[in-house]
T-cell receptor
């Protein structure tokens, strides 16, 4: 079955540290890729998405992600995190031919310490 | 960005009663909406796909007679939890998909069944 993996379940960083959250999926076909963020007490918000074109995608709040097809990966990065980035981050994938439904990873809880 | 609202944001009901949750796309039309459950510290679990003007498509293991979905217009989908039981207590989240296949999420509804 098609699946999405986020290997880092909990990440703790100090402010100004660089961030990279892993996301891998299991599917050899065409995919649409998303990163969502859920701040404490708030709803899911779209950070960025990739459908086609330049595999390096820039999103809101200084986040970016790179689609590496050969590695089935879509890792999220930010060069310098802030305390306000403390949140849960979800990678999600639409597997084309799979009913166009989002399949979510299990999420990564990021805590940024001052 | 696109906004999705849910009403109510929280509801407490007695066992055996029914509860209706509304999901609205406020600034765009959504031919497809989705309903999810989110358990504490877990990812979102897709319950069903709601298509405007047609029957919803339920995921395996989701009781369609218990979780009634109606997508009566391009901006409104409703989820009715019928004959609610304590095990139905959860956080229910809807999302609406725009024409570009991007999903935007509502703030969720916390259901507590006594």
């Amino acid at each position: 079955a098609q699946s999405v993996s986020q290997h880092n379940h909990h990440v703790i960083l100090s402010e100004a540290a660089s961030l990279e959250l892993g996301c891998n999926y299991s599917y050899g076909g065409t995919v649409n890729l998303f990163w969502y963020v859920q701040y404490p007490g708030q709803h899911l918000q779209l950070l960025l998405k990739y459908f086609s074109g330049d595999p390096l995608v820039k999103g809101i709040k200084g986040f970016e992600a790179e689609f590496i097809k050969s590695k089935f990966s879509f890792n999220l990065r930010k060069p310098s995190v802030q305390w306000s980035d403390t949140a849960e981050y979800f990678c999600a994938v639409i597997f084309t031919g799979g009913g166009n439904k989002l399949t979510f990873g299990t999420g990564t809880q990021l805590k940024v310490e001052l | 960005g696109a906004v999705v609202s849910q009403h109510p944001s929280w509801v407490i009901c007695k066992s055996g009663t029914s509860v209706k949750i509304e999901c609205r796309s406020l600034d765009f039309q959504a031919t497809t909406m989705f309903w999810y459950r989110q358990f504490p510290k877990q990812s979102l679990m897709l319950m069903a796909t709601s298509n405007e003007g047609s029957k919803a498509t339920y995921e395996q293991g989701v009781e369609k007679d218990k979780f009634l979905i109606n997508h009566a217009s391009l901006t409104l989908s409703t989820l009715t939890v019928t004959s609610a039981h304590p095990e139905d207590s959860s956080f229910y989240i809807c999302s609406a998909r725009d024409l570009g296949y991007t999903q935007y999420f509502g703030p969720g509804t916390r259901l507590t069944v006594l």
